[in-house]
């Protein structure tokens, strides 16, 4: 195969196109995400069977249990575990995050952070297990599974079983359908409570909402899932719409908006719908599309939908990683029954599993690389943008980039205060990651004279997508109740 390079630019650039096959070579960093990782007691390691580390039954697990289990699994894994907390709950509870990862404690330069949040809904309980069982899984698997251990050599995995325990606390197993404990502890639904791009979202920010925005500004997540109950399908940016132009200020204007199942589609529509994907078609059921209310009209093709398709909302956390942070967060709903009776979580475990680790691995698709200026500096917050995708993400300070796409051929446009822009083309594959470094050349003139200022680079907002409004539906007699998910 010919993986030439090519450039798209007149003047000298150092653009590598390569395969796969290139670490990061900037040597030993820290992670910088300036997070405390907990304690760990020499004692708890010596009391575990070695063998087997710490017992995780089928069962729901409170705050302490929690707590314990985790303190237990960072003290026997100490090399593949970092336990930390990102924060705390109203009533004071902290925000538990894990790692699981060949180096727990430091990013690797040029390798993907991921993440998994559930119980964002205190009562929606199936994620917080899972999560606990998907951790157990990475660990003891680590030795004997070459494709776990591919996994963990080559991306650091962030867990959070619990953003709302406060709500979770008073929750009740066995209740479906409720929305008690859905909320913090101040009657916030956590899951509204983000900025978002769409409409201004006027709600209180929460202590909740506030440490995963300050967790997610610090590292660089390149994928995420939130984990949701009430409903089995994998849904995709956008959750929200632009106001309606269509719309002059009737209570029936606004009463259709919140309805309408209308597709909010994003830049990278393709991409999130083939991760949505991932997701549904390694799930045991997911794909099928099955309503959960017997009678409902409301089905998902392949298991996926457009979040907005679905039912608008404001505030949510998946438009917010992706348009804010540039990581591609889906919505996961894994349960019909939000806090089904715990002999079922078993079941839920086997039906999630491939789903949980084949989804996070998609990090590893399509291309990412490192922008660096020409004494191999790296350059922080330069803008990359994918030609034809209106949505600008950043490099790290490492001067690191991801961009998940599908196969095919892209414009790379990365540009950078004080420096040239540049346009690169590049193609993806289907089975290896593009490796596409870009050397960006100051702007300085020669003779001293001044700086080239390249246009602004301010992030872009996503276009309204064309004809979004020419699919409006007759959505009057099909609600979608507001609590889903
Ligand atoms: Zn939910």
């Not at 990061?24 to 009391?47: K, L, M, P, R």
């Not at 003290?75 to 995050?97: C, E, F, H, M, N």
């Not at 632009?242 to 529509?269: E, G, K, M, N």
């Not at 992706?322 to 019909?336: A, K, P, R, V």
Request: aromatic share 12%; glycine share 8%; with cysteine.
């Amino acid at each position: 195969m010919n993986l030439l390079l090519r450039s798209w630019t007149t003047w000298t650039c150092n653009v590598f196109l390569l395969l796969n096959t290139i670490t990061g070579s900037f040597g030993q960093y820290s992670s910088g995400a300036g997070y405390a990782t907990d304690e760990v007691s020499t004692s708890q390691i010596e009391s575990e069977p070695l063998e087997t580390g710490p017992v995780l039954e089928f069962k729901y697990h409170d705050h302490e249990e929690m707590t314990r289990y985790l303190r237990a699994i960072s003290a026997r894994y100490p090399a593949l575990t970092a336990l930390y907390s990102i924060g705390k709950s109203v009533q004071g509870r902290d925000l538990w995050v894990m790692v699981v990862s060949a180096s727990p404690y430091e990013h690797m330069i040029g390798k993907p952070d991921v993440k998994y949040v559930a119980n964002i809904h205190g009562n929606e309980a199936v994620g917080r297990e899972l999560l606990l069982h998907l951790i157990q899984y990475l660990v003891t698997a680590y030795k004997t599974d070459s494709y776990i251990k591919w996994l963990l050599d080559n991306t650091r995995i962030h867990l959070m079983p619990s953003m709302n325990p406060d709500g979770f606390l008073i929750s009740r197993e066995g209740q479906c359908d409720t929305v008690h404990g859905r909320h913090n502890a101040r009657r916030y639904d956590l899951n509204r409570n983000f900025p978002d791009f769409f409409k201004a979202n006027t709600k209180q920010p929460q202590p909740e909402t506030e440490a995963v925005k300050e967790w997610i500004s610090k590292i660089q997540f390149v994928i995420s899932g939130s984990l949701h109950g009430g409903a089995l399908v994998a849904s995709y940016p956008f959750d929200n719409t632009p106001s309606a132009r269509i719309c002059r200020s009737s209570v029936l204007c606004s009463v259709f908006q919140s309805y309408a199942h209308t597709p909010s589609i994003s830049p990278d529509d393709d991409v999130f719908r083939h991760l949505a994907l991932v997701y549904s078609n390694n799930h045991a059921k997911m794909s099928r599309g099955v309503s959960c209310k017997s009678g409902s009209r409301s089905k998902f093709e392949k298991g996926i939908t457009n979040g907005a398709a679905w039912y608008p909302l404001t505030g949510g956390m998946q438009d917010y990683n992706y348009l804010w942070h540039g990581c591609m967060e889906i919505t996961l709903e894994i349960s019909c029954c939000k806090y089904p009776p715990a002999h079922e979580l078993n079941k839920y475990w086997q039906d999630n599993k491939e789903s949980l680790i084949k989804f996070l691995a998609e990090a590893h698709r399509g291309a990412h690389g490192f922008v660096m200026d020409v004494n191999g500096n790296p350059i922080d917050r330069a803008s990359i943008r994918v030609k034809g995708r209106d949505v600008t993400y950043h490099t790290t300070k490492y001067g690191e980039f991801w961009r998940i796409l599908l196969p095919g051929t892209y414009k790379l446009e990365v540009a950078a205060e004080g420096y040239l822009p540049q346009e690169v083309e590049f193609f993806v594959i289907e089975n290896h990651p593009t490796l596409l470094n870009v050397t960006l050349h100051s702007a300085k003139r020669i003779d001293g004279g001044p700086y080239y200022r390249p246009p602004p680079l301010l992030a872009r907002p996503p276009p309204t997508p064309s004809g979004l409004f020419s699919t409006l539906t007759n959505s009057f007699n099909s609600f979608v109740s507001n609590i889903f998910g």
